[in-house]
RNA sequence: GGCCACGUAGCCAAGUGGCAAGGCAGAGGUCUGCAAAACCUCCAUCCCCAGUUCGAUUCUGGGCGUGGCCU
């Protein structure tokens, strides 16, 4: 289950899971970390009570969590699902998490080097150029991008040259159906504006200053997501209480447009728009599939 | 009413007598894989009128508008 944010994947996907015999395996880069509940979108209390819901709540916010990490739980996940007679429904909006999983792309695993991290973001473009190509003439990443640059060189010193070498895919050993769900700009545009006023009502601000004075940085991957790193800028000062929302609300504006990009050019995936109830498309199609 | 300043894209904002930086927002796109990140592409004839000039967004005059000060 796939598709742009704030469009009601997660309860579909939970009424899905619950017709179907289903358990859910969250694929979202930022509801992995523990705590941070508002922004992160996890499901709620009755939901989890409801249906069983993995890939959730379960790392160190302090901590950095990749798509490695992720593909080797999720796949776990899927198994053990499987082998008690479950259906596994995978939602989420994180793309490159979904294609990792159901594509088995080869992922180094190389952990991040804050050490190495520290140093290279001294160095400009052109010098962390010259760093990689030094050390693979050919590494096939985007040059002009000083993260991928300095994720490769990383890579590549923990795992040796040259990099191409380490990007293979492997489907799983099990078939997926993508489903996506979509609406109008407007309407998401609408319920995303809904969304965000409503998490900084539910104390979204007040769950964030916890997270930093529990110790979690604010450079932490959870705190540069969409409505952590707006209430951040409020504590520090730069948003007012009043800006806070509509901040977040054009970052999730900006996201869902990017899901709806990656997702669009994706033969895989069957598309449903959210009204009226695509439950019933969904589940026919699913059971046609089965 | 007088004086001063300003008037550049949806917003902020440089700038020059010779075909208008940048940032944000917006649109499109990339993705061999840190991804709610990062990167790439696109996006204006400079308030109006007249004048000076080979040529004005840039100079002069007038108008309109905005802000400030004064009475």
């Given amino acids: 289950m796939v598709g742009p944010t704030g469009i009601g994947k997660s309860q579909v996907a939970f009424e899905l899971a619950l017709r179907l015999?289903?358990?859910?395996?969250?694929?979202?880069?930022?509801?992995?970390y523990q705590r941070l509940d508002i922004a992160t979108n996890k499901p709620s209390p009755e939901q989890r009570a409801a249906v069983r819901y993995h890939m959730i709540d379960f790392v160190d916010p302090a901590s950095i969590f990749n798509v490695a990490?992720?593909?080797?739980?999720?796949?776990?996940a899927i198994e053990d699902i499987h082998s008690r007679?479950?259906?596994?429904?995978?939602?989420?909006?994180?793309?490159?998490?979904?294609?990792?999983?159901?594509?088995?792309?080869?992922?180094?695993?190389?952990?991040?080097?804050?050490?190495?991290?520290?140093?290279?973001?001294?160095?400009?473009?052109?010098?962390?150029?010259?760093?990689?190509?030094?050390?693979?003439?050919?590494?096939g990443v985007d040059m002009q991008n000083p993260v991928r640059v300095i994720r490769a060189i990383e890579i590549l010193r923990a795992a040796g040259a040259p990099l191409r070498r380490l990007r293979t895919r492997t489907p799983p050993p099990w078939e997926s159906l993508?489903?996506?769900?979509?609406a109008d700009l407007a309407v998401i545009d609408r319920r995303l504006d809904e969304?965000?006023?409503?998490?900084?009502?539910?104390?979204?601000?007040?769950?964030?200053?916890?997270a930093l004075d529990s110790g979690v940085p604010p450079s932490a991957p959870v705190l540069t997501g969409i409505g952590y790193a707006e209430a951040v800028a409020h504590l520090r000062g730069e948003l007012t209480l009043a800006e806070l929302p509509l901040a977040m609300a054009r970052s999730n504006r900006q996201y869902a447009r990017r899901q709806l990009r990656w997702w669009r050019r994706d033969p895989r995936v069957t598309w449903f728009g959210i009204e009226p109830d695509p439950l019933p498309g969904i589940l026919s199609h699913v059971g046609g599939a089965r």
């Fill in 195 to 210: 969304r965000s006023h409503g998490q900084v009502a539910r104390g979204l601000v007040a769950e964030t200053k916890a």
């Fill in 178 to 182: 993508l489903i996506g769900l979509q």
């Fill in 69 to 76: 990490d992720y593909v080797a739980g999720a796949r776990q």
């Fill in 21 to 32: 015999g289903g358990e859910i395996v969250v694929a979202d880069s930022r509801q992995v």
């Fill in 85 to 139: 007679g479950r259906l596994p429904i995978v939602e989420g909006g994180t793309m490159l998490y979904v294609d990792a999983l159901t594509q088995g792309f080869s992922l180094t695993g190389v952990p991040p080097d804050p050490a190495l991290r520290a140093e290279l973001a001294k160095l400009d473009l052109a010098a962390l150029q010259m760093r990689l190509l030094e050390l693979d003439p050919d590494p």
